[in-house]
């Protein structure tokens, strides 16, 4: 059994900041790459960033230069430090990882996810 739980999400006014993590625990083995996405209300869900093992990211175009995501591999969590942020990057964030298993399994994780609401 694999968790991913995230935390860092609130309400925050525009241009402000906030950072997001989220930790996996559970039966894992190894932890390949991990990523953020976002969903706000009628929107289908979209990757926002994502961090390889070896550390290359990658960022949608809105958010390139506002935010960065980082990870700590000795405590199983990545980061997301989410600057000068628009009322338009409102929406519920989830972390999700793909993790090798004890079992030999690969998967894809989610979070619970955390809402972001930045207000005007």
């Known amino acids: 059994q694999v968790q991913l739980v995230e935390s860092g999400g609130g309400l925050v006014q525009a241009g402000g900041s906030l950072r997001l993590s989220c930790v996996a625990s559970?039966?894992?083995?190894?932890?390949?790459?991990m990523g953020w996405y976002r969903q706000a209300p009628g929107n289908e869900r979209e990757l926002v960033a994502s961090?390889?093992?070896?550390?290359?990211?990658n960022y949608v175009d809105y958010v390139q230069g506002r935010f960065t995501i980082s990870r700590d591999s000795a405590k199983n969590t990545v980061y997301l430090q989410m600057n000068s942020l628009k009322p338009e990057d409102t929406a519920v964030y989830y972390c999700?990882?793909?993790?090798?298993?004890?079992?030999?399994?690969?998967?894809?994780?989610w979070g619970q996810g955390t809402q972001v609401t930045v207000s005007s």
């Open positions: 961090i390889t093992s070896g550390g290359s990211t």
């Open positions: 999700t990882a793909r993790i090798r298993t004890y079992s030999n399994s690969v998967l894809r994780y």
């Open positions: 559970g039966s894992i083995f190894t932890i390949n790459d």
